[in-house]
């Protein structure tokens, strides 16, 4: 065995001399700091490597060494670096493990573990050294803790006396802290469940990490038993950790890859080649699976000088009939997305989507758990059957979607988590079928205030047309005469009809190039918009706006004009430009137009009204509103019932409000407190 004492103070001062320096003023001055930080590159280079192999197989004698090698160092400070810890980073990649892959063999040896932060606990002190004073004849007697129990010495060294008290204040302790890794869930195959391990963090590692941080555990693999189970349990015990840059994606590119993806890109046509590759299988929807496609390069978030956030992450909602492929698009976008969380509304509570605190197994203190918005970090979220969550569960989102953190204050945990995310929701009507001249806020259980927080808008309607439906049927069929093909294993070459439909529902671009096409983007191009793209929006913006001078209805807000610059940096991502260009501004313009013509058109003027999709309420329909309650308020002392119905609707007929809308007002008034009845047929305005 090379590794000696001796060994390791020659490595620390040929290759650590300006760290050993300062970590000697550190103590000198009273800083935090009491370790060394080691590249584990320049133990491969020292003593041919030897000493690094002797770290990964027998790192509790060779630690043991570091540590007392380190204590005899020199430094210009004079200052004793007893009780410094050496902490090793960078392991190489065939030392680096998943947490499925742990064995029997990996006990004892010294790893690397990469994943996310599921669950925190408290930093709290850990009992080294317990201290036991004599009853008796007062000596204090120590006692060495190993376990998670305390353990106390039978007798007293000094006079065998069995009366021993526990002495808190003469204890050894350290920091401590356990949190628990999950694996990453991209990495995870189809039907595979995440898994995870304990990690206990000591002294100076503990307290760095929070919940949802995407990290690399170096540290030694040990095992305990419950009571006297034969089966053990693995935990890790930290030595040092690497918290990621927050980069979009740890997706491995190469070279040849990149060549791939600008080739892609140089070809042309690459916006129908994205389009033609996100679920293929689904017939038509091309605006949508564009929207999509733009949701998944995502746009460039900015941080102002004055601190101010303002969001890249792109939200789309699905709204539409049963049967359209809602759930079919989301579940591919899970497949291809490099990192996604996919849930339903119908399974998810507040706690599931954001953090739930929970009582830890070991001492009974309460934890944070990261929901799926926080584990969907830097990704995209898929939430299917939106409608379905509870009320108190959508307040949950509010500040998800916008500020892209989560606020907990549970159990006594207050901490702010990051929720970096994109948002591809789904929902369905509340009468099974979206009725077009009916408000989408009345559809569907969303509140305005949520609603309004999504870019993009989409209404998947079923509506029969001869031709198109001829084609959806068709292409129906063909699918599901190619998947009986492909299950009985036929040998596709020989049937030359058989390989032209594979062709239809072949993506354009392999998934797994796709995967590293989106990554490479995200993590490489930024762009920056130029005077012709800027102008072009805001001319489309200020064209809109002035169409509600006076009286008119407001047709769009700078909320949608920030959505139209986020689309726009996402385009022009997709062909790695970094200037988003005039052709940009003018696809996500045509983009934002076929959403608002679905959701935001007053079916009795045919204009934009955006107030239409928030609040269900258009500009005309709250004049009506008003002058009903104005005819209300002028008739209502006329009985001492109040204002008679036959009255009121006869003043809104001399309005122009017709009998039937006008009685629809009353009625809504009534439902929703604005008004009340003394008797049947009587109206009376309640006072404010």
Not at 306 to 322: A, K
Not at 501 to 512: F, G, M, N, R, T
Request: a neutral charge; aromatic letters at 6%; one cysteine or more.
């Amino acid at each position: 065995m090379i590794s000696s004492p001796e060994i390791w103070t020659q490595f620390f001062e040929r290759y650590y001399q300006e760290e050993l320096n300062k970590l000697a003023y550190s103590i000198k001055t009273g800083g935090d700091g009491r370790s060394i930080l080691v590249n584990f590159k320049d133990l491969l280079i020292f003593q041919e490597g030897k000493l690094a192999e002797e770290l990964l197989e027998n790192p509790d004698n060779v630690i043991k060494h570091a540590k007392e090698g380190l204590e005899n160092t020199t430094n210009i400070y004079g200052v004793s670096l007893k009780n410094c810890k050496p902490r090793f980073y960078s392991l190489p990649a065939i030392k680096k493990y998943l947490v499925r892959d742990l064995r029997a063999e990996h006990i004892g040896k010294f790893v690397a573990i990469e994943g996310i932060v599921r669950k925190v606990t408290e930093v709290r002190p850990k009992i080294v050294e317990a201290a036991f004073g004599c009853a008796n004849c007062g000596k204090i007697n120590y006692v060495v803790q190993e376990d998670n129990l305390l353990k106390q010495p039978s007798e007293c060294s000094k006079c065998h006396s069995k009366k021993l008290v526990f002495l808190p204040n003469d204890c050894k302790a350290v920091d401590s802290q356990r949190v628990k890794i999950q694996e990453y869930p991209e990495n995870l195959k189809g039907g595979e469940q995440p898994q995870s391990i304990d990690v206990v963090l000591e002294e100076d590692v503990a307290g760095k990490v929070n919940p949802g941080d995407r990290v690399i555990i170096n540290g030694i693999v040990r095992a305990r038993t419950r009571g006297r189970n034969i089966y053990m349990d693995l935990f890790v015990e930290g030595n040092s950790i690497e918290i990621l840059q927050q980069e979009y994606e740890e997706v491995e590119i190469t070279e040849e890859d990149k060549k791939k993806i600008i080739q892609l890109v140089r070809d042309g046509n690459i916006y129908e080649k994205v389009v033609k590759s996100i679920a293929p299988s689904i017939y038509g929807y091309e605006e949508i699976k564009l929207a999509i496609a733009l949701q998944l390069f995502g746009g460039v978030p900015k941080k102002l000088p004055d601190g101010t956030e303002i969001r890249g992450d792109i939200h789309v909602l699905l709204v539409g009939d049963p049967g359209v492929a809602k759930s079919q698009l989301l579940r591919y976008v899970h497949r291809i997305a490099p990192r996604s969380i996919y849930t339903t509304g119908k399974g998810t509570t507040t706690a599931g989507l954001t953090a739930t605190a929970v009582r830890d197994e070991i001492d009974g203190r309460w934890t944070l758990e990261a929901g799926a918005l926080v584990l969907a970090d830097k990704g995209i979220a898929l939430v299917d059957e939106i409608d379905k969550m509870r009320k108190e569960d959508h307040a949950a989102l509010h500040e998800a979607l916008e500020q892209q953190t989560i606020s907990v204050a549970k159990a006594g945990i207050n901490a702010i988590l990051k929720a970096r995310c994109s948002l591809l929701a789904a929902a369905n009507p509340k009468y099974g079928r979206f009725d077009r001249f009916t408000p989408i806020a009345e559809q569907i259980d969303l509140t305005p205030t949520l609603i309004s927080r999504f870019d993009l808008i989409f209404v998947m309607a079923d509506q029969p047309n001869e031709e198109k439906d001829k084609n959806l049927a068709k292409h129906i069929v063909e699918v599901h005469q190619l998947g009986e093909y492909l299950e009985k294993k036929k040998n596709v070459g020989m049937c030359e009809d058989l390989s032209k439909k594979i062709k239809k529902v072949e993506p354009s671009i392999d998934p797994e190039l796709l995967r590293k096409y989106v990554a490479f983007t995200r993590k490489t191009i930024f762009p920056v918009m130029t005077e012709e793209a800027m102008k072009k929006l805001e001319e489309f913006y200020v064209s809109l706006r002035t169409k509600a001078k006076g009286n008119s209805p407001v047709p769009i807000t700078a909320r949608q004009l920030e959505s139209l610059i986020r689309l726009s940096e996402a385009s022009a991502r997709m062909r790695l430009s970094e200037k988003v260009e005039i052709e940009d501004a003018e696809r996500v313009i045509e983009i934002m137009k076929k959403s608002l013509m679905q959701i935001a058109i007053d079916p009795e003027t045919g204009e934009f009204d955006i107030d239409y999709v928030y609040s269900g309420t258009t500009k005309r329909q709250r004049d009506r509103i008003l002058i009903v309650k104005k005819i209300i308020q002028e008739l209502e002392t006329k009985t001492n019932f109040g204002a008679p119905e036959e009255d009121v609707l006869e003043a809104c007929e001399r309005e122009g409000i017709e009998i039937e809308k006008a009685r629809e007002i009353l009625s809504k008034l009534k439902q929703f407190g604005e008004v009340y009845s003394l008797r049947y047929g009587y109206y009376k305005l309640v006072s404010r």
